[in-house]
């Protein structure tokens, strides 16, 4: 079995910064894509960022050039740094993973954590 905890959530001003984490934990032979995806009351869950194993980024539109995504692979973590936030990056953030075990791969999701951004 394989856990994803996310921390590091929280309530931020607009124009603050907050620093998302993501640990993965139990039977891991590898992890290939890790990203974040959002989720704000009544809307769809969206894409924020993902990075491949390589290191190769991917940003939603809305957050390109405020949002970084990284990772330590040798720690099994990803990382959201998030800066210059407005109030519509109000969501709850979930960590995605895709991971290989046991000769197959399957997509992971931590339980999600909350930021808010107030104007």
């Known amino acids: 079995q394989v856990q994803l905890v996310e921390s590091g959530g929280g309530l931020v001003q607009a124009g603050g910064s907050l620093r998302l984490s993501c640990a993965a934990s139990?039977?891991?032979?590898?992890?290939?894509?890790m990203g974040w995806y959002r989720q704000a009351p009544g809307k769809q869950r969206d894409l924020v960022a993902t990075i491949t194993n390589g290191g190769s980024t991917n940003y939603g539109d809305s957050v390109k050039g405020r949002f970084t995504i990284s990772r330590d692979n040798a720690k099994h973590t990803v990382y959201l740094q998030m800066t210059n936030l407005k109030p519509e990056d109000t969501a709850i953030y979930y960590c995605?993973?895709?991971?290989?075990?046991?000769?197959?791969?399957?997509?992971?999701w931590g339980q999600g954590t909350q930021v808010t951004v107030s104007s």
């Open positions: 995605n993973a895709e991971v290989l075990r046991l000769m197959t791969t399957s997509n992971y």
């Open positions: 139990g039977s891991i032979f590898r992890i290939n894509d």
